[in-house]
């Protein structure tokens, strides 16, 4: 249970941290300021799916859950813990979270 508060924590950590730093580098103005949102799960695990052409049975074996259970992720029927979002991502498809996080924000029409 600690490994995961701990997990958590960092996550929180490196995730408030990134959104920071790119709001401070973004010209806002106080009229078109916006709330920045971080994006579903199911939205961030179909996303660097399909940037890594894995198939949903693919990506399913390689972290050891049924093909059902993550086509219920990605359609969000069922909301995954952000700790399988994020071993999905950095540990199936080799990518950073920020990374995908920002990807999403850019380019929604690959989600769809």
Not at 7 to 18: A, E, I, Y
Not at 41 to 67: D, F, M, N, P, V
């Amino acid at each position: 249970m600690a490994k995961h508060l701990t997990f958590n924590t960092q996550m929180k950590t490196r995730l408030s941290q990134h959104l920071v730093s790119a709001q401070s580098s973004a010209d806002i103005s106080p009229q078109s300021s916006k709330l920045i949102r971080t994006p579903k799960g199911a939205q961030l695990l179909k996303y660097a799916r399909k940037c890594r052409g894995y198939t949903q049975a693919e990506s399913a074996a390689c972290y050891g859950i049924e093909e059902r259970t993550l086509r219920r992720w990605e359609n969000n029927e069922y909301n995954p813990r952000w700790n399988d979002v994020i071993s999905l991502i950095e540990d199936v498809y080799l990518m950073d979270i920020t990374q995908v996080i920002e990807g999403v924000r850019n380019d929604p029409e690959l989600v769809a």
